[in-house]
Nanobody, 122 residues
Framework: QVQLVESGGGLVQAGGSLRLSCAASGRTFSRNAMGWFRQAPGKEREFVARITWSGGGLYYADSVKGRFTISRDNAKNTVTLQMSSLRPEDTAVYYC???????????????WGRGTQVTVSS
């Protein structure tokens, strides 16, 4: 069974940091683009960051650029989102996602985790 499991969410004060991890199981994702998305209460899910299969391409939403860093460890089948200078507006459920197509650059994320809650207090 293919699974993505997020961890590392929690409650943090504004200005603080959190490190989210996504562990993949059931297959390797070393040849697949991976990404992070988030959904705040009452809002649609939005893109946060993505990383190409090789790790050579990193892309961020403007709202998190310079504060968040996405990385991957293909040997461990994991993807990480390092978040710093957190703001109350970063509060959301954060989801890890994968594009099941190897070497694809179309960013059609079709495998999703269940999410982890991040709450930033002011």
């Amino acid at each position: 069974q293919v699974q993505l499991v997020e961890s590392g969410g929690g409650l943090v004060q504004a200005g603080g940091s959190l490190r989210l991890s996504c562990a993949a199981s059931g297959r390797t994702f070393s040849r697949n683009a991976m990404g992070w998305f988030r959904q705040a209460p009452g809002k649609e899910r939005e893109f946060v960051a993505r990383i190409t299969w090789s790790g050579g391409g990193l892309y961020y939403a403007d709202s998190v650029k310079g504060r968040f860093t996405i990385s991957r460890d293909n040997a461990k089948n994991t993807v990480t989102l390092q978040m710093s200078s957190l703001r109350p507006e970063d509060t959301a459920v954060y989801y890890c996602a994968a594009d099941s197509r190897a070497y694809s650059s179309k960013n059609q994320f079709d495998i999703w985790g269940r999410g982890t809650q991040v709450t930033v207090s002011s």
